[in-house]
């Protein structure tokens, strides 16, 4: 079992700039594919961005946003940078072994959220 903590979400003003941090506990996740998704209200969840030995982005974030992964910290990270209104959603964390997917259902262990409001 794998358990994921998100922490860094907040307020910032259109422009800004968040870290979003992800702590994984019960097992190493350096042979994890890691995900951040989101969801806004009244929306379906997105993926956002993701990591195994290589990254991908959601178009829509590509440019602005960062994922990196500390293996010795157990941690995953997303540097978001030039925050838009529209970026407003909570985030959440995922966690598969294996590759990289863009679909939430193939992920299997999955953090509580953390709220990003970014206001105009």
């Known amino acids: 079992q794998v358990q994921l903590v998100e922490s860094g979400g907040g307020l910032v003003q259109a422009g800004g700039s968040l870290r979003l941090s992800c702590a994984a506990s019960g097992r190493t996740i350096s042979t994890y594919a890691m995900g951040w998704f989101r969801q806004a209200p009244g929306k379906e969840r997105e993926f956002v961005a993701a990591?195994?030995?290589?990254?991908a982005y959601a178009d829509s974030v590509k440019g602005r946003f960062t994922i990196s992964r500390d293996n010795a910290k157990n941690t995953v990270y997303l540097q978001m940078n030039s925050l838009k209104p529209e970026d407003t959603a909570v985030y959440y964390c995922a966690a598969r072994i294996g590759t990289i997917y863009t679909e939430g259902e193939r992920y299997d262990y999955w953090g509580q959220g953390t709220q990003v409001t970014v206001s105009s």
């Open positions: 990591i195994s030995w290589f990254t």
